[in-house]
T-cell receptor, first 114, second 114 residues
Framework: AQSVTQLDSQVPVFEEAPVELRCNYS??????LFWYVQYPNQGLQLLLK??????LVKGINGFEAEFNKSQTSFHLRKPSVHISDTAEYFC????????????FGKGTTLSVSS | GAGVSQSPSNKVTEKGKDVELRCDPI?????LYWYRQSLGQGLEFLIY????????KSGLPSDRFSAERTGGSVSTLTIQRTQQEDSAVYLC????????????FGQGTRLTVV
C-alpha cells in the first residue's frame, strides 16, 4: 500500500522568504502526485500535480514542486512567500491504476508573518 | 453541477443519534471519496466508490459508519449512534476514472456531536 509522509507539521516563515514543504511517498507502483492547499475556513484546492514528463511542475500562486523518483519525494517550493500563503498544505498520491483512493499526508501548516 | 456539493454544511446532533451526510459529485465523475478531517489529524480516508465496482470500505473506523452511492451519482454517509469522537469535518470528493486531473472536493459537513 502507498503512504505519504509530510516531514514538517508546521513551518513558520517570514514574508518574502523562500519556503520548502517536504513530502515523501512510498509505493511499489507508479503514482500520480498532488499538492492541495486549504486556506483558513475554506475547502481543499488543487495546487499542482505530477503525472509524468518533466519532473518540475508549476502550480498556482507561484508554487512549484519537483518529483524525485530515486528519493521518492515531491517537495513543494516557493521562492518568496506572501502573508496570503498562510494555509495548510497537503501532499497526496494516487496509484496510476484505478481502484484506489487518493491518500493524503497529515498536512503542513505554513504560517507567514511580516 | 459545477462543483462537488455537500449538505448540510453544519450539523449538530446529540450523542447516540444517527446522522446522514449527503454528497453530490461533479456530473460525469465516476469516482467518489469520503474523508474525515479532524484537528491535527489531516485527511483520513473513509470510503471510495468507483463506478459499479465494489466500494473500498477499508477506511471506515467502525461498523457504525456506512455509505452508499445510488445510481452512480449521489452518495450518503451514515453514522449510527454518534459519539463525541465522531465530531469532525466530513469531506467528499469526486474524480474522473482517469484520475490525472486530481480529485475535486466539496466544502465539507462540519459535524458536532454534543
Amino acid at each position: 500500500a502507498q503512504s505519504v509522509t509530510q516531514l514538517d507539521s508546521q513551518v513558520p516563515v517570514f514574508e518574502e522568504a523562500p519556503v520548502e514543504l517536504r513530502c515523501n511517498y512510498s509505493s511499489s507502483v507508479s503514482v500520480y502526485l498532488f499538492w492541495y492547499v486549504q486556506y483558513p475556513n475554506q475547502g481543499l484546492q488543487l495546487l499542482l500535480k505530477y503525472l509524468s514528463g518533466s519532473t518540475l511542475v508549476k502550480g498556482i500562486n507561484g508554487f512549484e514542486a519537483e518529483f524525485n523518483k530515486s528519493q521518492t519525494s515531491f517537495h513543494l517550493r516557493k521562492p518568496s512567500v506572501h502573508i496570503s500563503d498562510t494555509a495548510e498544505y497537503f501532499c497526496a498520491v494516487f496509484k496510476e491504476q484505478a481502484g484506489t483512493a487518493l491518500i493524503f499526508g497529515k498536512g503542513t501548516t505554513l504560517s507567514v508573518s511580516s | 453541477g459545477a462543483g462537488v456539493s455537500q449538505s448540510p454544511s453544519n450539523k449538530v446532533t446529540e450523542k447516540g443519534k444517527d446522522v446522514e451526510l449527503r454528497c453530490d459529485p461533479i456530473s460525469g465523475h465516476t469516482a467518489l471519496y469520503w474523508y474525515r478531517q479532524s484537528l491535527g489529524q489531516g485527511l483520513e480516508f473513509l470510503i471510495y466508490f468507483q463506478g459499479n465496482s465494489a466500494p473500498d470500505k477499508s477506511g471506515l473506523p467502525s461498523d457504525r459508519f456506512s455509505a452508499e452511492r445510488t445510481g452512480g451519482s449521489v452518495s450518503t454517509l451514515t453514522i449510527q449512534r454518534t459519539q463525541q469522537e465522531d465530531s469532525a469535518v466530513y469531506l467528499c470528493a469526486s474524480s474522473l476514472f482517469n484520475r490525472g486531473g486530481g480529485a475535486f472536493f466539496g466544502q465539507g459537513t462540519r459535524l458536532t456531536v454534543v
